[in-house]
């Protein structure tokens, strides 16, 4: 019988394999991909779906159209358990699927643990559909009255959501109060210029940024963050953009792992314990180099996969991953400008949001060969 290779998740470090998948049924391999959704959406992108710059079929790639256009099988469902011994996956619909070859792009979500009640009330930023159905609620609700409207978690992702959510309410009938809690420091690890001008350009619109120890959020309930300080702030709306932790399906199936629970991978993007398991993207953690959590690995990501997918099952030599030098970074800030920075390089204005717009497009025309411009906004099909 033909090799089996089992393609689980279609994050941003699968697309290359995902668009070539025909090289590798037309060698004869059987190729099964596994996804919760037909649809995969780009992160990059979110926050301007929130605010109504991107509709939701600018952002996402069909993923069932390509898996199934190329001759693979497509599953929907979630893998819940690995069992490296016998080469199989479980879903959560039940079924097992064997493999001789596997590759997890199963991405991360937001852990609220302990800190967030379950409410309709609080949004975590991921999954990215998320911010889609936020935006229409929204949108109905300051129809109606005045919003309460708070972020919490002070990263990229806390500033690009606060920025945007402030565009989505600019100019409607009701006025929105938005509130960032930006943890112990905004923009933290960005060079202080980026993070000033990123300040400057929120509490010029009339976000209200709190931060420093004591602005931190303790517990998030229904209606109200209680803060560290014994302050509470009241929402109608929280939005969590608080980290991301990579998928537990890792952990809780015995493989080795990194400390953040990411599946732990060699240089060739390959399990150290397991050579016919592969990974990328957020759900894996590098040995000795654990990457930061952002869609520029998983993107670099893509050939050295393809290369080393397909060296594996014909037996040929793998590549390395080479991370590359540092990243730039661009920041929506929702009013047609953007703060980009690279290293202690900053630089702020309308162009940097061309730039972001420019790169984002770009890698959207890719990887959208699946007809997804003329399909209609809303849940997947
Ligand atoms: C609001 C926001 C904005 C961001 N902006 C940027 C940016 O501009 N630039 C940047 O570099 N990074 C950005 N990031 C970070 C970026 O989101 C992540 O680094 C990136 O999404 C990682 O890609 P991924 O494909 O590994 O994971 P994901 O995007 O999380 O994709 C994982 C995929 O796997 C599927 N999946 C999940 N669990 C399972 C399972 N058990 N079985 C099968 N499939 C599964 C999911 O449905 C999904 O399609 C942003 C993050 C957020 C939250």
Request: a positive charge.
């Amino acid at each position: 019988m033909a090799k089996q290779l089992l393609i689980v998740g279609c994050g941003h470090a699968h697309l290359t394999v995902l668009l070539r998948l025909a090289d590798f049924t037309g060698k004869g391999y059987r190729v099964t991909v596994v996804s919760p959704d037909s649809h995969h959406y780009y992160s990059g992108m979110g926050p301007g779906v929130l605010s109504g710059i991107y509709q939701v079929r600018q952002i996402r790639f069909h993923v069932r159209k390509m898996a199934e256009q190329r001759g693979a099988a497509f599953l929907e469902g979630r893998a819940v358990r690995i069992d490296p011994g016998g080469k199989s996956i479980l879903l959560d619909t039940g079924r097992e699927v064997d493999y001789d070859i596997v590759s997890f792009n199963t991405g991360s979500g937001i852990p609220l643990d302990a800190l967030a009640a379950s409410s309709e009330r609080i949004i975590p930023v991921k999954p990215i559909l998320n911010l889609y159905a936020a935006r229409l609620r929204i949108e109905e609700g300051l129809r109606e009255r005045d919003l309460k409207l708070t972020v919490v978690g002070g990263g990229p992702a806390g500033v690009e959501i606060a920025a945007n959510v402030w565009r989505l309410a600019h100019g409607t009938p009701h006025r929105a109060e938005i509130t960032l809690l930006g943890g112990s420091k905004v923009l933290g690890k960005a060079p202080e210029q980026a993070r000033n001008r990123a300040l400057l350009s929120l509490g010029k619109r009339g976000v209200r940024v709190l931060e420093g120890k004591d602005a931190r959020a303790l517990q998030v309930a229904e209606r109200e963050i209680l803060l560290q300080n014994g302050n509470a702030v009241l929402h109608d709306l929280a939005f969590m953009a608080l980290g991301v932790k990579p998928s537990a399906i890792f952990a809780g199936s015995g493989l080795p792992t990194g400390s953040d629970g990411g599946l732990l991978v060699d240089s060739f993007l390959r399990s150290t314990a397991h050579p016919a398991i592969f990974g990328g993207g957020d759900c894996i953690s590098l040995a000795g180099n654990p990457l930061d959590k952002v869609g520029v690995y998983a993107v670099r990501q893509n050939p050295v996969l393809y290369h080393n997918l397909m060296a594996a099952l014909e037996g040929s030599e793998p590549v390395r991953f080479d991370p590359g030098g540092s990243y730039l970074q661009i920041l929506n800030m929702g009013n047609g400008t953007g703060i980009l920075w690279k290293n202690s390089f900053v630089w702020d204005g309308r162009a940097a949001f061309l730039l972001k717009d420019f790169i984002d497009r770009r890698f959207m025309r890719k990887f959208q060969v699946s007809g997804e411009l003329s399909e209609p906004d809303g849940e997947s099909s």
